[in-house]
């Protein structure tokens, strides 16, 4: 019988860096699928910054901590190879909490076939966490409304790129923030958006003012970090602050500090935060507002892909790194 690899958590991040010392990799034998079961090979990964607060003993965070022991968290695609479940057949590609490992044996729960014409990539890149977080963070809580003016960080980023798209669509003036001029020549030459912002060499307040004459009205944060002070300063009455991610932060020993509530009592300004978790029963309807947007080839993508279970670590890096030019995904 052959054998199939799985990466375990061993040890928790003290010092919020990402390293082998966490984890140890363990080989055992391809198990085989028992009645209503099914047997999946994983092909692609999704590795993603939460990843770090999965590994942190964090009990109170949306999702509970991965176990000590336990295979590392993540979503992934895979192909069904074995099959004694009624809903699926060998063949299929499927999408869910896949782990990080090569094989595992499913029950479905949890788990969506890809449907013609969505390629592995697209699933991961568009209809998982990426795309289902930009929608639920945009219109449940973001409430665009065009013409107005929507700011969002880590704008080349899984999320921030959708976000942007969204917006574009949607007759909103759109302004990313990143941290390179390849990054930014993307967003506006390729993604449409109407402005970037390079936080590692840009005057920040001097371009913010510049590309946005009318001020802020949505600002959707994903990276924290000093831009986010002057985001906060631009602000309309009524405006409303999505906040997403905080990148920047989650490694360092000393958060950021956050900016005075003074202009949220004068502007009238909502701040929300939110976490996929607590919308998961509004999937169906999340995709059903998305979809039409990839349908009428509104959303652009691109993966930054690392292959072999060995390099998780090294992508997962990049991304805290800023050195992904895409929603980094690891081919097994």
């Known amino acids: ?5 799985e990466v375990v958590l061993v040890q928790r991040p003290t010092d919020g860096k990402i390293g082998p010392h966490l984890f140890e990799t363990n080989s055992k034998p391809i198990p085989s699928p028992g009645e209503g079961e099914m047997l999946i090979k994983q092909t692609h990964m999704s590795l993603d910054p939460a990843m770090l607060g999965w590994m942190s003993d964090d009990r109170e965070s949306y999702i509970p901590p991965v176990e000590l022991g336990e295979v590392m968290r993540s979503s992934g695609v895979g192909e069904v190879v074995e099959s004694n479940h009624s809903d699926f057949k060998v063949g299929d590609k499927v999408m869910g909490m896949t782990g990080w490992r090569e094989y595992l044996v499913s029950d479905g729960q949890g788990f969506n076939k890809l449907q013609p014409g969505v390629s592995e990539e697209m ?3 568009v209809f998982a966490l990426p795309g289902l977080t930009a929608t639920t963070g945009l219109y449940s809580f973001g409430e665009p409304k065009k013409g107005e003016t929507l700011v969002v960080t880590g704008a080349a980023g899984s999320v921030g790129s959708i976000v942007g798209q969204l917006a574009k669509a949607d007759g909103l003036r759109v302004i ?5 001029d390849e990054k ?9 958006f109407d ?4 936080y590692k060499k840009d005057d920040l307040a001097a371009k913010l003012a510049e590309l946005t004459p009318d001020k802020v009205d949505v600002f959707f944060e994903n990276t924290g970090g000093p831009i986010q002070q002057h985001i906060f300063n631009r602000m309309n009455a009524h405006g409303r602050i999505v906040v997403c991610g905080m990148i920047a932060d989650y490694q360092s020993e000393k958060p950021s500090p956050g ?14 935060g939110f976490a996929m978790p607590d919308h998961w029963d509004e999937i169906p309807q999340l995709l059903g507002k998305l979809t039409p947007y990839v349908q009428q080839g509104k959303i652009k993508y691109r993966a930054h892909t690392v292959e072999g279970l060995e390099n998780a670590i090294k992508g997962l890096n990049m991304l805290f790194e800023g050195k992904n030019t895409g929603k980094m995904l690891l081919k097994l």
């Open 195 to 198: 402005g970037a912002i390079n």
């Open 259 to 272: 900016p005075n509530w003074i202009p949220l009592i004068k502007k009238r300004i909502n701040v929300r």
């Open 176 to 180: 990313g923030v990143v941290g390179t």
């Open 184 to 192: 930014a020549d993307w967003i506006v030459n390729d993604l449409g």
């Open 123 to 125: 699933a991961l890149c």
């Open 1 to 5: 019988m052959s054998n199939y690899h």
